[in-house]
């Protein structure tokens, strides 16, 4: 099981950031996929997920009406996507497959974002 | 501030137990979710430790070890060695919130 995160992300406030999360090693549809945050020298933070094989998703309350999670399960691939940032919203952010007791099995190795004037 | 609340830092000596605790409440660890450990080093991704509150994903020591009572749970290290030095996280789902929640994180170091 692998998932795939790879680059960073520069952004200015008021801007969209899309992270993509790509997966390989188990039949995608399966396991639902979220995202977690971790600004810097900060905790974990729960964003959302999404199941691939319906496409719903559910969001924490914090990002309601400012995150997307979409997913093309013809590349095995989850994407978040955060609009209007703040320097708040600098953080690394990691995918991760859940399993049917609530944990996360596998991590993607994060995807940098910054934001910045 | 965390919905699952655990000390900011534990220390101990190479070769000795340490405890962190996770202390939440009735609508997640005491609605009888499992409780659930990561182990993160700096700059890298947190990794799986302990599943549904007590059990060690394959590869995980035995030297850690979980248990949950009430509303709260713990992770115990026995043995300590210096590779233990990590950040550890515990994780639930927050029935009220529809959440999955984290604890704040505590930071272990190993005199």
């Known amino acids: 099981v692998q998932l795939l995160q790879s680059g960073a992300e520069e952004k200015k406030p008021g801007a969209s950031v899309k992270v993509s999360c790509k997966a390989s090693?188990?039949?995608?549809?399966?396991?639902?996929i979220h995202w977690v945050r971790q600004a810097p020298g900060k905790g974990l933070e729960w964003m959302g997920w999404i199941n691939p094989n319906r496409g719903d998703t559910n969001s924490a309350l914090n990002f309601r009406g400012r995150v997307t999670m979409t997913s093309d399960t013809s590349i095995n691939t989850a994407y978040l996507e955060l609009s209007e940032l703040t320097s708040a919203d600098t953080a690394v952010y990691y995918c991760?497959?859940?399993?049917?007791?609530?944990?996360?099995?596998?991590w993607g190795q994060g995807f940098p974002v910054t934001v910045s004037s | 501030q965390s919905v699952l609340a655990q000390p900011p830092s534990v220390s101990g000596a190479p070769g000795q137990r340490v405890t962190i605790s996770c202390t939440g409440g009735s609508s997640n660890i005491g609605a009888g979710h499992n409780v659930h450990w990561y182990q993160q080093f700096p700059g890298t991704a947190p990794q799986p430790l302990i599943y549904r509150s007590a059990y060690r994903p394959s590869g995980v020591p035995e030297r850690f070890s979980a248990s949950k009572s009430g509303t709260s749970a713990s992770l115990a290290i026995t043995g300590l060695q210096a590779d233990d030095e990590a950040t550890y996280y515990c994780?639930?789902?927050?029935?009220?919130?529809?959440?999955?929640?984290f604890g704040g994180g505590t930071k272990l170091t190993v005199l």
């Open positions: 090693g188990y039949v995608f549809t399966v396991h639902h």
């Open positions: 994780q639930s789902f927050d029935t009220s919130l529809s959440a999955w929640v």
């Open positions: 991760a497959r859940a399993t049917d007791d609530g944990d996360f099995d596998s």
